[in-house]
């Protein structure tokens, strides 16, 4: 259990950078890109628009399920 929240925490912290860099190169937060961009507000247009938004929800999915599992509480049989 301890090594599959290992790649939790490394995939998570690989999705902050990703996010990062597209927060740096538009000077605009994740959330704000969610709520208020579109694909033509974005130098690379549509293919950088899924790319930022997959990496959004994909943070945000692995964030929760790492939470899960620090929050788990495991009984033997």
Not at 37 to 63: C, I, N, S
Request: aromatic letters at 10%; zero cysteines; proline letters at 1%.
């Amino acid at each position: 259990m301890e090594s599959y929240k290992a790649r939790l925490r490394a995939s998570i912290q690989r999705t902050q950078h990703r996010l990062a860099e597209f927060e740096s190169k538009y000077q605009v937060s994740a959330e704000r890109f969610l709520a208020e961009m579109t694909a033509e507000d974005l130098q690379g247009g549509d293919l950088e628009y899924v790319e930022w938004a997959d990496e959004a929800k994909l943070l945000k999915g692995l964030e929760v399920e790492l939470n899960g599992l620090e929050h788990a509480r495991y009984q033997l049989p």
